[in-house]
Each structure stands twice: as C-alpha cells, then as structure tokens.
C-alpha cells in the first residue's frame, strides 16, 4: 500500500522509502572511521561479508569431522567443536539516526543478491525474544544445509543501543551468544555509545559512521525536488531543512515530501512550518533542562518555560527524572525532589488510566517546579552535564491503548519497528494531516481509522 491513497496513486508514497537506494553505486556514502582510520564502510562491510562465508565454510568442515570422530571416540578424546572470532562473525555500525546505516545494509545485501533478516533491539530486549526471533538463522547447522541455501542471509540487529535497563540484562550475553553461534555474518547498528555494551564493543569491530556533509545532502535534495516537480521551496528553505534536521537525511526528505504537500502557502509561512517540524530537538531539550534547575525561581517561571516549550511532556518528564542527580546534590532536597517527581507519576498515571487531561497543569508543576523549586542550597550557575534518558537514547515511551492500535495498524502495512513508528513514521503523518481535511481524511480511509486513532494525528 501507498500512503494517503487508495493505492491507485504513487504520488504519495513515503520518499523515503520510494528514494531508498538499492545499490551501493546510487548511494552518497557517509564518511566512516574505524579507531582512528578512515575506511570506506561499504567496501570494508562487502570484505567482512565475504571473509565470513570464506572462514564459516572452513569451520564447518572441520566441526563436522570433529563430530564424526566424536562418535566412536572415548569421553576423554572428545575434541571440542571450534567457532569463528567474534570479530570475524560480527560488526556494529554507529551513528546518528537518519545517515543511512541501514540503507547501506539492504543494499549491499542487494547488490549481493542476499536476503536481510532484521530484528530491533529496542523491541526485542530479552534472549528469549532475541533467540526466537533468530533461532533459523543463528543456530548452528550442518555443512550440506548451509550450502544448499538458495540466498545467502545477512542479519541486521538494529538500534542496538536500544537494550538498557535491569530487565535487558540477558540481552547482551543473548546477541553474543548469537554471534558465536551463527551461521550468517551479522551487521548491528546503533545510534550511539553506550557504556552497558562495553562488553560487545570490546570483541567486535565498531565503525563510526559520520552524517553526509551539507553540499551532499543538497544534491540529493535537488535530485529529489526535480523527480518531483517540486518548485516552491527555495535554496534557502533547503538549507534550513537541512541545519534543522542536523544531518538526518530521512528528516530531510521527509520534510520536502510535507511541504510539497497541500496549497501553496508564502514563503513566511513555509518557514514556520519547517521550524515546527523539529521543537524536540536535543540542543532545545539541553537547553530547557539547564534553565529549569539553574535559572527558574518561580512556579511562574516554571511554567512559563514549559508552557512555552514544545517538548512533549512526558518526554520532557523522563529527561528531567534522569538530571536531578546532575543538579541536585544535597540528600534532603534529592529526597524532596523525587517525592515530587512521585506524585507526579500518579497524577500521571490517573490521567492516562481516567482520561483527565484536566490534570495535566498539576502534573507539569510537579514534575518541573515542584522538583526544581526544592533547590536551596544546590543551585548553581556552573557547568553541569545534561544526559539522555538511560532508558531510551530516542525518547522511548509506553503506549496509550490508541497509539498501540494506530501502530498495529501502521505495521500491517510497513515492516516497521515502534520506534520507528514513534520517531518517524507517525509525526509524519501527523504533518500530512495537518496540512488539510483532506489528506486526514485519505489516511484515515487507507488505515481504517476510528476517532480514538484519528485523534493522535490532529
């Protein structure tokens, strides 16, 4: 299915997807470093490819050698069955959502006539959900079944930084488990550092991969804007779309495909609408957490700041759960400040649960005066540091009974994981809905909507 249609018109397919490369040769590839080299990320994941099939092959052969001897030998001549380096069964990929990292992934895989079995971390956290997911690609396997495949699989773990938290524990010993098992090479990727996979970072090659540069990312804009016959948006709002998304080149094009979108509107107004895409930006969320705990006095300074804020408020909640620590160091205003943060969490949860939205100002001067106002002796106008949610480096939250259905929905039509769902997919239909009654009214149509799920999108 098209998006916004009864499939009858291509014109509204996602670009992102409609522009996804599938060849190497049509990609701009971002720059890439390994340690402190610089390499060329497609050749070096082409040669770990083929280096991998190249040495399973040999360990195969002798695993199963060592089986038939097993067989007639005595406990104490048992040999033991060998298996690949990690290094040499693995690699991860990391960087910044949006650069192309998984668009690299399905086109190599493309161009060498592979088929990509993918899972996201961030949905499967657990080992029994991860070996369930890849229990026939990452078991081991005899010689003749491996030779027999008809297509050469590749497995993509992707937003790997994803597993975090008590519950994930037996994830990462789970997807090193995988590695020293499988029979298929495996690219992971990752959308930042993070400290808890230390332990994979130290058997695996990690490659940092680098946004496009700006006169790159132009081009292919042009490229797009021209297929399309997209006239109105000028250099200039090109090059806002480009600073705003700060290298994330699926926002760039998801954006060009919002604009170009409805009737025509002026250039002022075309502005407002690009700077509306992005109000959760990490530099405007930094820069909220350190005037809430530094510089807000008031309850009416507070809410002032988050009034004016267009950071999600639950959102907003996890950061500032996450930064008292940073701010807040005396042991009775820490205290004070996370009963605060508690009884905001019920308020919340009564909200949700009842539907009382009326609650909603309690919950804001809880959570944000009621934890920063508690600061009599820590405040300071010092450099502290500000750090993501540990629980999720893409703003992760659990979902409302709608925004399940609305995602069950979406993932009928498009393999896509929550986050994806959550990050990308659903605020974009959410700028196509809002651009008029009749693109609302196509893409409740064409996912069968009801009015608690055509809700979110207004």
Not at 309 to 320: E, G, H, P, R, T
Request: net charge neutral.
């Amino acid at each position: 299915m098209n998006i916004c249609d009864d499939m009858s018109n291509n014109s509204n397919e996602p670009w992102v997807e409609k522009y996804r490369p599938i060849s190497i040769k049509e990609m701009a590839l971002p720059m890439a470093k390994l340690g402190r080299q610089r390499v060329n990320v497609a050749e070096k994941l082409k040669e770990f490819i083929h280096n991998f099939f190249k040495e399973i092959k040999k360990i195969n052969e002798t695993n199963q050698q060592i089986r038939s001897f097993n067989r007639t030998a005595t406990e104490k001549q048992q040999k033991e069955e060998i298996s690949l380096p990690p290094e040499k069964a693995a690699v991860l990929l990391e960087g910044q959502p949006g650069i192309g990292k998984t668009s690299i992934v399905y086109a190599l895989a493309n161009d060498l006539n592979m088929e990509v079995i993918e899972t996201n971390a961030s949905d499967t956290r657990t080992r029994d959900s991860l070996e369930a997911k890849l229990k026939e690609t990452s078991k081991s396997r005899g010689i003749m079944d491996f030779i027999s495949e008809k297509k050469e699989k590749l497995i993509l773990i992707d937003e790997i930084d994803g597993i975090y938290g008590n519950k994930d524990r037996g994830a990462v010993p789970a997807i090193l488990e995988i590695v020293k098992q499988t029979q298929f090479p495996i690219i992971m990727c990752s959308n930042e550092y993070k400290s808890n996979l230390q332990s994979l970072y130290n058997i695996i090659p990690r490659y940092e991969v680098h946004p496009l540069p700006k006169d790159e990312m132009i081009k292919i804009a042009i490229k797009i804007m021209k297929n399309e016959n997209v006239k109105e948006i000028t250099k200039e709002d090109l090059e806002l779309i480009i600073d705003r998304n700060g290298g994330d080149l699926r926002g760039v094009i998801n954006d060009l495909q919002a604009l170009s979108k409805g009737e025509r509107i002026s250039d002022e107004k075309r502005k407002d609408m690009i700077y509306s895409f992005h109000r959760d930006t990490t530099e405007e969320i930094f820069g909220i957490i350190r005037d809430l705990f530094q510089e807000v006095e008031t309850l009416e300074q507070a809410r002032e700041l988050t009034n004016k804020s267009d950071v999600d408020y639950n959102f907003l909640y996890k950061w500032i759960n996450q930064n008292i620590p940073s701010f807040i160091t005396y042991k009775d205003e820490l205290e004070a400040a996370y009963e605060n943060l508690a009884e905001a969490d019920k308020i919340f949860g009564r909200i949700r649960r009842n539907m009382e939205w009326s609650l909603l100002p309690y919950f804001y001067d809880l959570f944000a005066g009621g934890v920063v106002l508690v600061q009599k002796k820590s405040r300071s106008k010092g450099f502290r540091p500000v750090n993501f949610p540990r629980y999720s480096s893409s703003g992760r939250r659990s979902l409302n009974t709608a925004e399940k259905s609305l995602y069950q929905k979406i993932r009928q039509v498009y393999e896509i994981s929550q986050t994806e769902a959550l990050r990308d997919f659903i605020p974009f239909l959410k700028v196509l809905a809002n651009l008029s009654r009749r693109n609302l009214k196509e893409i409740s149509d064409w996912l069968d909507l009801t009015a608690k799920e055509k809700n979110i999108l207004k």
